[in-house]
């Protein structure tokens, strides 16, 4: 078996393996696990989006809530983990987005924040992101994004106060 075979095998175990993962999961605790996504605004005005590496679609950085950590907490983390960004302060409440298939992986209730940023962009989660960019509003990526991003930002921009 050549290398190209192996690793075609093993990445279609790995994604067979995380399925069967996710349903254990669903049936055992059927329940929707809580995330975020971050709105993140540079002092120019621009919003940073990330490029992620498993489906390379941008999105807003963001992610699941950790044991014991609040919300606030959740966006200081996950901001320098996927932009090595540091948070300046939480403008305000976007949404609260739950809908059963708004992420494909899991049913996960997201809150979406706009937020305040400052430092040097970097990726410190390489594993989970492939790019960083910093986007003028009126120039934001074509296309879909991740997930429910689009809407996210859509209302975003709106200045809508969402829940869905």
């Not at 940073?48 to 950590?69: Q, S, T, Y």
Request: net charge negative; aromatic share 6%.
């Amino acid at each position: 078996m050549n290398v190209f075979a192996f690793l075609t095998v093993a990445s279609r175990s790995t994604r067979n393996l995380w399925r069967y993962g996710q349903t254990v999961l669903g049936l055992i605790f059927r329940h929707p696990i809580p995330g975020t996504s971050i709105i993140p605004i540079l002092p120019d005005g621009r919003i940073v989006l990330i490029r992620r590496r498993d489906n390379g679609r941008w999105a807003l950085p963001g992610g699941i809530v950790d044991w014991g950590e609040d919300i606030p907490s959740t966006v200081h983390r996950e901001l320098m983990e996927e932009t090595g960004l540091d948070l300046v302060k939480i403008r305000r409440l976007v949404g609260v987005y739950s809908a059963a298939d708004r992420d494909p992986r899991i049913h996960s209730i997201c809150v979406v924040v706009e937020a305040e940023v400052q430092g040097k962009m970097e990726i410190q989660d390489t594993l989970e992101v492939m790019e960083i960019q910093a986007f003028p509003l009126n120039s934001l990526p074509p296309g879909q994004m991740s997930h429910d991003h689009t809407r996210q930002l859509q209302d975003y921009l709106q200045g809508l106060t969402t829940l869905a």
